[in-house]
């Protein structure tokens, strides 16, 4: 006996049809709903909140029978939400239930939907032991699912934060990139959600491994007539050390970064990545120039030696990577890696935004 | 009740202590060598087996691999778990190491070369052999560990359970032989006549099925998987020796592949002709009954070469089933011993008995 | 101890040196003990550190309480903190054994936000080594499955076939377990020369060889005793778990995203998903050995099916994603694989929910394992097919 999966599927309803038989089923406890990205969610109220999802399980014309999840969503200042997901085998199509939670952030409550459907038990103890959402009616959300049985706090809050070298500096040397120029460590203080290692360090050791690592044979022109970017930074606030100034080509990536202060704002992000583009397109075009001439010479000396090569040709346009790869081997994929990289220049983050 | 008279075994001296001595020394000597070597084998053909190679460092092509681990278990702390039973611990792979050594002493192995000869040999061979059961339960109760238990209590099931069809499908060999002794039963061996025509033959042929159960119930005497319930290691870690480290440990190591040498010796014996190389087929060399007693050094010689041989492949049987079956579960195989075994090696003997009065 | 039935609710803790709680049932004048029985965290049949804890009559199985957490990495927390290049590293690895699964998770919600056109090369290829990774896992199983049961050598086998798929999966992507191959809009890198050929070569060995394993475990008497008949799960209670993979199509129901819900390019191909009968463990482990066989099948169709093209498409300097959210689900070896994925217009999601298949699989434990015994517990246990990273995240 096979279970009759898609066996309705021409039957479907609509979303907009399921919003009408909701509301028509619930009335004021259907708050609004959203059909995009390929998802169909119904917001609820509260106190619907269980009378929607049996709506959903019983209806005959709905028959949403398997339970996919249940998880909680951080709405910053205004609460949380909780969001369950629904699918039906006999239509093939999901239903994404979400609730705001009363309470606000002190103390959320929900209703529990174990009585509906069993696969809602443990989803439910996850999303208390991960934001402190209470469950109404849940026969025992201790002990803690994933934490630790002693664990304080709830993770997944984003004023939780991930304390990666907060609760403890690292005790061991530190790396060039987090010591400022008298070599105290560099301390960030992150907004919310914002991890406090990671993504900083990154671009800092994006900008010292350029350093470290100039694009020499490229850089000829393009080097003299660009400006050395979002200027002059203080000597003080300059996180590189060492020669930072003579290559003023190679423009730092966070200049404005003093020891203790918070990000760039958007507007000065905007502004340096607005020049970034504008370099590295110029340094970009530059190296297509060459990298044709380079083809143009190699094709020349091969027709004169009388073999054949199989990459002789134009100049590889850009968004093309693959076709001339598929013929050539390993080799060629490594020598023709660079010369793509340097093609695309400021392509899928391979110069300038190195880590970020 | 000895036929035709047999040559007696060459450790009998002339000297008491001097004959207790050598027998002392044989005995030993062949419950190390050949349990090792036989441990050698499962190694290399469980690891062909797998499509992988096996021990190759201690020794050339890993020979030495066991002697290795007997070192390495020889230096080992000996850890006792602090709720366990002391004594009993202790005590408990004593007791299942020194009947498996016991059962050396009843074996002919070739011709002339038995330690003793005894007039109840197959009684007392597999009446040993249900002695080592206490050790188990012995090992699994002390080790005040709830695996263990589970373990020491399997066993325990499994032993008791699987030592009537032994016992069967011997009884059945000793109602054709006619006698309960290890070298009479090899005798009978050889000079049994089929129906009263010339045709000798070994008992595996007209006793296949007893052969069978005694085979099968051979390997559940011994823990050997597809019948290692009480091992289980997927289950219960190491059942019964989950606690015991060090010599204990290899003691109860021991005691299982002795246990194998043991067993398929007296399979030899029994079903395979002991030390003939084929039915009706003599012994260069030697001039007794059945020619294959009375024999001069070339003759025992071949014949300990042949019974080592037959041995070995029986062993190798057993390794074989190993590694191709799963496990079976405690239920089923009680099942298939009391439901299955049990009334096949009845009618086992039943058909013997009607083919012993009618032939 | 008193008339009443009492019942205390034994909720053990993770402290070592606890006190082993004894449920005392008043049963009449006769007070019993049930015995409690630990299995793991460290135990050779579960894999990976999962405890489920036995509450024993005998041989019998009265109750059984999974604990879980012993592996939680907080996965989701981090991917806050990640941007989508990063969290292809990161969402490798809590199925490691379907690594490639995991990422391609994640990159179609993220396209899907983004309305991303992805080539189609790239969409073969993904197939293409998504299909491979899942005969890598499954493999794995059979592997693990037998030798719990006892029998020791189909593990040699399964891991002789994955050292070969690895090898060529490494030549693709550079990684043998995480293979981090898969960007926002394609592939990271084209396939190599060679690539089409060894990929076909091999699916046909593989194909060969599992010939081996139908005749040493699946046609096994002893493996029928141990297996048919143990472990049921009825398709109701399946569904109202969430539990999906093979275990649900054991259970009778044919649901595979990559049928019902086609991503990529599989609607337009022949995929094949083989189901069982009764829901028990011989069933589950049956549609997995089918399972291999009919992605073995998929290769082929995909090596007729690939074209020639661009592998990846040019990507804005940092990858932002609009405001707004999605849910998409794959099929992932082990099951259905949900990303459920909030960004706030930044580079770094705002919520990322990973729902993983092993967790709503490990959850129908207790209902599989009540009234078994000992033994079919290990049977139970290496039948539901999970990985503890992938429950814990």
Known sequence: ?356 | MTTVAQTASILTLDNFWLSVGLKIVVVLGLFFVVPLVVGYMEHKVMAHQQDRIGPMEAGPHGTLQLVADGIKFIQKEDIIPSAADRKVFALAPGLALVPAMLIFLVLPLAPSFWVEDLELGLFYALAISSVSVLGILMGGWASANKFSLFGGIRAAAQLIAYELPLILAAAAVALQAESLSLVDIIEAQATMSLLGTDVNMWFVFPQALGFAIFFVAAMAELNRPPFDMPIADSELVFGFMTEYTGIKFAMFLLTEYAGMVSMSALMVVLYLGGWQIAPGVPLPGCDGAGGIFGCDFIGAAIGFGVTMGKIFFLTFLMVWARVTYPRLREDQLQKMSWLVFVPLALLNIAVVAVGKVFA | MGDLDTREQVHPGTAPGEDLVLEIRGDGDFDTADMTLSIGPAHPATHGVLRVILEMDGEKIRDAHPVIGYMHRGFEKLAEARDFRQIMALTNRHDWLSGFSNELGVALAAERLMEFEVPDRAQWIRMLLAEWNRVLNHLMFVGSYAIELGAITPMFYAFREREDIQFLLESATGGRLHFTYNQVGGVKIDLPKGFMKESTDLSAMVRKRLQDYVDLVLGNEIFHARTKGIGPLPPEVALAYGVTGPTLQAAGVPEDSRVTEPYLKYGEIDVRVPTGTNGDSFDRFAVLLGRIEASLDLIDQIHDHMPAGPVNSKLPKIVKAPEGYTYIRTENPLGQLGYYLESDGGKNPWRLKMRTPSFSNVQVLPYLLRGALVPDAVAILGSVFFVVGDVDR
């Open chain 1, 1 to 356: 006996m096979t279970y009759p999966v898609l066996s309705r599927a021409g039957e479907a309803l609509t979303p907009a049809e399921q919003e009408e038989l909701l509301r028509d089923r619930l009335g004021e406890g259907v708050l609004e709903t959203l059909d995009a990205n390929g998802t169909f969610t119904v917001t609820v109220a509260p106190d619907a909140w269980v009378a929607t999802t049996r709506a959903c399980k019983d209806e005959p014309l709905l028959a949403y029978d398997m339970f996919d999840c249940l998880f909680g969503v951080d709405r910053s200042e205004a609460g949380f939400d909780i969001v369950a997901i629904l699918y039906s085998t006999s239509r093939g199509q999901r239903i994404l239930l979400r609730v705001h939670c009363e309470g606000g952030r002190d103390k959320p409550v929900c209703p529990s939907l174990v009585d509906l459907y069993a696969g809602a038990n443990w989803m439910e103890r996850e999303t208390w032991d991960m934001f402190g959402i209470e469950f109404e009616g849940h026969p025992g959300l201790t002990p803690r699912l994933l934490c630790a049985e002693n664990f304080e706090g709830w993770p997944l809050r984003k004023d939780f934060y991930l304390a990666s070298r907060e609760a403890k500096p690292w005790p061991g040397v530190k790396e060039p990139a987090e010591l400022d120029e008298q070599g105290n460590p560099i301390v960030k203080i992150p907004g919310p959600g914002e991890a406090v290692g990671p993504s900083i360090l990154d671009e800092v050791m994006a900008e010292q491994a350029k350093i470290a690592n100039p694009h020499a044979e490229v850089s000829g022109g393009p080097d003299a007539t660009a400006p050395p970017e979002p200027a002059a930074p203080e000597p003080a606030a300059q996180t590189t050390p060492g020669p930072g100034p003579s290559e003023a080509a190679d423009e730092p990536e966070a200049p404005d970064e003093t020891p203790g202060v918070d990000f760039v704002t958007p507007e000065e992000r905007e502004a340096k990545d607005a020049d970034d583009a504008a370099i590295a397109s110029a340094r970009a075009e530059l190296s297509r120039i060459q990298q044709a001439e380079a083809r143009e010479q190699k094709a020349a000396e091969q027709a004169a030696a009388g073999s054949d090569t199989p990459t002789a040709g134009p100049a590889i346009p850009e968004g093309q990577t693959a076709d001339l790869r598929d013929e050539g081997g390993l080799d060629e994929r490594d020598g023709g890696d660079d010369a793509q990289a340097e093609a695309e220049g400021d392509d899928a983050g391979h110069d300038a935004e190195e880590d970020r």
